[in-house]
């Protein structure tokens, strides 16, 4: 039985979805506000398989809230709020969310978008944990570690990290990396910002960041990672 946690401020609302996904099998904590979210992600975070969250609660901002999880779990997220703009939802999409639901919402309808963003979780639980010349990379934790010793990355570090080995096969143009990084403010990154977040990569990762072996500069091109 999957454990889902709602992270909502209405009572009445939290308890209707939790009454209705009760029905559909799943077992269902509720949080009235981040604090509690808290409580019950730190005394167990690994038995959630997916959070249902309001972006405004009476102690903080839900985006801000999912934004630090999702550096530390792949636990996926569904915001279920009543900022309904483009812009809202782009800022969502930013923070993490892997799905978001404007109110008011069908309770059906957010049932079908659980039961998909469950399935594409588990199809990523698949890769989880990468593989290359010393260097391991668990994509369902996002952790990163170099000859068994932890490498601490910044959320960014990370995100450009995890492009490059998703798409190992191929070389990333700059212009391909600076479309989809964003820093953790969601600010954009420049082009001599991303040779920052590089370096530092390299000086975390690399033996020798000089001669790198997992991430390769295309001359004129971009990044790849390790031997195509």
């Known amino acids: 039985m999957k454990t889902i946690l709602i992270v909502e401020d209405d009572v009445n609302l939290c308890g209707g979805v939790k009454l209705y996904l009760e029905k559909k099998g799943y077992q269902v904590l509720c949080a009235h506000s981040l604090h509690e979210a808290r ?4 005394k167990g975070a690994e038995t959630i398989a997916l959070l249902l969250l309001d972006c405004n609660l009476p102690d903080g901002d839900g985006m801000e809230f999912c934004r630090n999880w999702r550096q530390r779990q792949a636990v996926p997220v569904i915001f279920l709020t009543a900022r309904d703009t483009e812009e809202d939802m782009i800022r969502g999409f930013r923070a993490g969310a892997d799905d978001y639901m404007a ?5 059906e309808l957010l049932s079908e978008r659980i039961a998909a963003v469950l399935r594409r979780s588990a199809g990523e639980e698949d890769r ?11 994509l369902g934790k996002k952790q990163v570690f170099r000859e068994q ?5 910044s959320g960014t570090e990370y995100r450009i990290l995890e492009l490059l080995i998703d798409n190992r096969s191929q070389v990333m143009t700059r212009e391909m990396l600076l ?4 820093d953790i403010d969601e600010n954009y990154v420049d082009e001599n910002t991303l040779n920052v977040y590089i370096r530092r990569l390299r000086r975390k990762l690399e033996k020798d960041p000089k001669n790198p072996e997992y991430i390769i500069t295309v001359f004129g091109i971009g990044y790849t990672f390790g031997d195509m």
């Open 179 to 182: 479309q989809k990084i964003w």
């Open 149 to 153: 010793e932890p490498v601490k990355l």
């Open 39 to 42: 409580r019950i992600t730190d």
């Open 103 to 107: 109110k008011p919402f069908s309770v």
């Open 128 to 138: 989880q944990m990468f593989c290359y010349r010393g260097l391991a990379v668990d």
